[in-house]
Every structure is written in C-alpha cells, then in structure tokens.
C-alpha cells in the first residue's frame, strides 16, 4: 500500500465510523421521539448507554472496514479484536446497567466512564488470551512478515 493511501485509510476509516454513529444516534433519536413522545429519556442510563456506549464499536468498525482488512495479518488481529471486545464490553455494561443501576440515579459520567473501562479491561484480556492462544498472529507490524 502506498505511503499517502495509507495515510488517507487511517483517518478515512475512523470519520467513516463516526458517520455510522451519526446514523446510529440519529435513529435512536427517531425511534425514542416516535415511540414515546411525552417523555424524557435523556437522564435514563440505560439510555445513555445505548447512545454513547457503541462509539469505540463505530469508530473501530469504519477503520476495520476501510482500512485494516485490507493490511496483513497483525492488524487485522488487532482491528477485529477490538471490534469483539468493544461489542463485548457494551453488552457486558448494558447487562450491568440492566441488572443495577436501572433504578438508581447513577451519574451520567459514572456511567459512560464505567462502561468505556469495561470496554478497555474486555480488550486487553480478550487481546493478551488469544495473543497466547495463537502467537503466530503476533509476528511484527508488517503485515505478519518477519521483520
């Protein structure tokens, strides 16, 4: 790949996802204002979870789509198990939120903090077990050819 289309995917991708979150809120918002119009869910955290907890998931889905499976294999190891993890640590939070804190005035910062780390802690087991699992997916950064 050449040094300026690189250059041009790695930022590319990520705008990209955030369109995709644009889209993703945008929707909520339709959904939220035609199902129940006299009511505020703007304080609900699970509501906010459902609003700001997929941005690393967007944000990592237009990279991976765009950019990173198109590299060689450490990247696209890295991209798709951030994908998982941050998929897997929203629903991880959302069940939290779920069984917890439904009722309970939770701070809007505890919340998008709390699940964010969840987010993080999921990826850095998820990567370091299947970085033992599999090591040779580990090769080097270029692309999975030895350096």
Do not use: C, D
């Amino acid at each position: 790949m050449k040094p300026e289309s690189e250059k041009t995917g790695r930022i590319i991708g990520p705008v990209f996802g955030v369109m995709l979150f644009i889209i993703w809120i945008s929707f909520l918002l339709l959904v939220e204002s035609n199902s129940y119009p006299q009511q505020s869910f703007i304080h609900k955290p699970l509501i906010i979870w459902l609003n700001y907890g997929l941005i690393p998931f967007f944000v990592n889905a237009g990279n991976y789509l765009l950019y990173s499976r198109k590299l060689g294999s450490f990247q696209t190891f890295q991209s798709v198990t951030m994908l998982k993890s941050s998929l897997l640590g929203f629903l991880i939070w959302l069940l939290v939120i779920g069984l917890f804190f439904i009722q309970s005035g939770i701070s809007y910062w505890t919340n998008v903090l709390g699940g964010y780390l969840t987010i993080i802690v999921v990826y850095f087991l998820w990567y370091g077990y299947t970085s033992r699992k599999y090591p040779h997916s580990n090769l080097g950064t270029t692309g999975g050819r030895l350096e």
